[in-house]
């Protein structure tokens, strides 16, 4: 099954605007990572969390220490380069595998 | 910095025929190495996870028959697409994890098209 759920699957927002991805994990995460992807394929590493949150410009990623089942990217003031597919892949505690999510195909529009 | 290269960036085969990929980490020690297979539809699949010194993990779906892997030492696995046919299309991702932070670095793929 899939332990990994990322939404929402599409997005399109106003440069300028802000907005936040979220994923939901089926099980206790170890870590989470997220990932753009850009039109060449290449998967550019935003953040690896293992808890707690960190941000890096306009983009900001929270773990849940707690009960460690999600997790989210926000992105501030957003802007035409931001424009790509995002994804999250959480560790399952143990095992070293990272499981994706699906995938948010964000479109940031004039 | 941390780097991986993997190549070929892409590969053309026929049916039936087989596709060597190379997937090297430059700047750190990778401690293990995942493989991964992005559809068409942009859906990963996690293939195989492959530790230096320890048995090789395949996910349900993919064997090592189909799919065998090397990786000799910290820096270098190498996975092998046996017999590709059209459901074995996509983009093939070689995804390192550095030893001392646990971070994956992912190279820019290997994409098979099968005619």
């Known amino acids: 099954g899939d332990q990994v759920e990322q939404s929402p699957s599409a997005l399109s927002l106003h440069e300028g605007t802000d907005s936040a991805l979220r994923c939901n994990f089926t099980?206790?995460?170890?870590?989470v990572q997220w990932f753009r992807q850009n039109s060449r394929g290449s998967l550019i590493s935003l953040f690896y969390l293992a808890s707690g949150t960190k941000e890096n410009g306009r983009l900001k990623s929270a773990f849940d220490s707690k009960e460690r089942r999600y997790s989210t990217l926000h992105i501030r003031d957003a802007q035409l380069e931001d424009s790509g597919t995002y994804f999250c892949?959480?560790?399952?505690?143990?095992?070293?595998?990272?499981?994706f999510g699906k995938g948010t195909s964000l479109t940031v529009i004039p | 910095g941390a780097l991986v290269y993997q190549y070929p960036r892409r590969t053309i085969c026929k049916s039936g025929t087989s596709m060597r990929m190379e997937c090297q980490a430059v700047?750190?020690?990778?401690?293990?190495v995942a493989w991964y297979r992005q559809s068409p539809q942009k859906t990963f699949e996690l293939i195989a996870l492959s530790t230096v010194n320890s048995a090789i993990k395949y996910e349900q779906n993919f064997t090592q028959e189909k799919f065998p892997i090397s990786h000799p030492n910290l820096s270098f696995s190498s996975m092998t697409v046996l017999n590709a046919y059209l459901e074995d299309r996509g983009l093939y991702l070689c995804?390192?994890?550095?030893?001392?932070?646990?971070?994956?670095?992912f190279g820019e793929g290997s994409k098979l098209t099968v005619l």
């Open positions: 700047g750190f020690q990778a401690t293990s």
């Open positions: 099980t206790t995460m170890r870590s």
């Open positions: 892949a959480a560790e399952e505690p143990g095992y070293q595998n990272f499981y």
């Open positions: 995804g390192a994890r550095q030893q001392n932070t646990g971070q994956l670095y």
